[in-house]
């Protein structure tokens, strides 16, 4: 599954290269199930538990891109 990070960093990437999904999830190996689970997953625990995300914020670099944990 991928993280709560990963799945607005990967919709960025598609509105700001304007490509269609299919071709970003191909080149790193994402199986579209396993991106539309995890989009899924993640938007249903927002809703669940709304008081545990808030203040929770994905960082974001100057380039308008979403900075992952990992840098």
Same mark, same amino acid.
């Given at each position: 599954?991928?993280s709560k990070e990963?799945?607005?960093?990967?919709? @960025?990437?598609? /509105? @700001?290269? &304007?490509?269609?999904?299919? /071709?970003?999830?191909?080149?790193?190996?994402?199986? #579209?199930? +396993?991106?539309? &689970?995890?989009?899924?997953? #993640?938007?249903?625990?927002?809703? @669940?538990?709304?008081? /545990?995300?808030? $203040?929770?914020?994905?960082?974001?670099?100057?380039? $308008?891109?979403?900075? @992952? +944990?990992?840098?």
């Amino acid at each position: 599954m991928l993280s709560k990070e990963e799945v607005p960093e990967i919709i @960025s990437y598609f /509105d @700001s290269h &304007k490509i269609n999904r299919s /071709d970003r999830l191909q080149e790193p190996g994402i199986s #579209h199930w +396993n991106f539309y &689970k995890s989009r899924c997953y #993640h938007l249903e625990a927002e809703k @669940s538990c709304p008081h /545990d995300s808030m $203040g929770s914020f994905i960082e974001q670099k100057s380039t $308008g891109e979403y900075a @992952s +944990n990992q840098e």
